[in-house]
């Protein structure tokens, strides 16, 4: 979900909206479409771009040698006729084709949302529910604030948190701090390198 200003709530511009009005709004138009009502976001804050940006690079560099493609939050998603979203990240495995300018049917493969404080509640409990809804197989949620990256999985129609990793990691775990979706075989994320610019904003350590 794109950040808004620090614990702000989203705006809602009042519809209604559908789908093609949705689809017809500028590529930089930032907004997204729940329950016939545009959500009003703000610009990204530059740690969500450049967290969003290194789960691009890493993935990208991981379909490039199984395959696949990777988009940004520029591509819209389908959910139904008055509900239409932006994952920060999707991926698509090979052999699935993605529409030109949205996906009107199916799933991506993979959404992941970079949470920010307005937006927790809308990535954590709507978004989930939606990517559901149309069968998204993987959903990652990467919260800043905390230094976490979860991946649900799908499972009988519930989404089951199948990996979690943190920063800094538990030494009394074994954790060495990357995260590793077992879908993704060879995929790995270091969160040092993931974090370090919320690191640097706070003064921590990363």
């Given amino acids: 979900m794109q950040s808004v200003a620090a614990h702000s709530r989203p705006a809602l511009v009042e519809g209604p909206w559908t789908w093609e009005d949705f689809v017809a709004l500028p590529d930089d138009d930032r907004r997204e479409l729940i329950d016939g009502h545009l959500l009003e976001c703000d610009t990204p804050t530059d740690i969500d771009e450049i967290i969003a940006a290194e789960i691009v690079r890493v993935l990208g560099n991981w379909a490039y040698d199984h395959g696949g493609t990777v988009m940004t939050s520029a591509y819209k998603v389908r959910v139904s006729g008055k509900r239409g979203v932006m994952p920060d990240v999707q991926y698509y495995r090979p052999g699935r084709r993605t ?71 538990e030494a009394d775990e074994g954790d060495d701090g990357c995260f590793r979706p077992a879908r993704f075989d060879g995929l790995v994320i270091a969160l040092e390198r993931l974090f370090a610019q919320v690191a640097e904003g706070d003064g921590t350590e990363p």
């Fill in 99 to 169: 529409q030109r300018q949205a996906l009107t049917e199916g799933a991506p493969d993979l959404a992941v949302e970079v949470i920010s404080p307005s937006s927790r509640a809308i990535d954590r409990v709507t978004k989930l529910n939606y990517y559901r809804q149309i069968g998204v197989p993987e959903y990652w949620i990467v919260d800043p604030e905390a230094r976490t990256v979860s991946a649900f999985v799908l499972r009988d129609g519930h989404y089951l948190v199948a990996e979690q990793a943190a920063w800094p990691p």
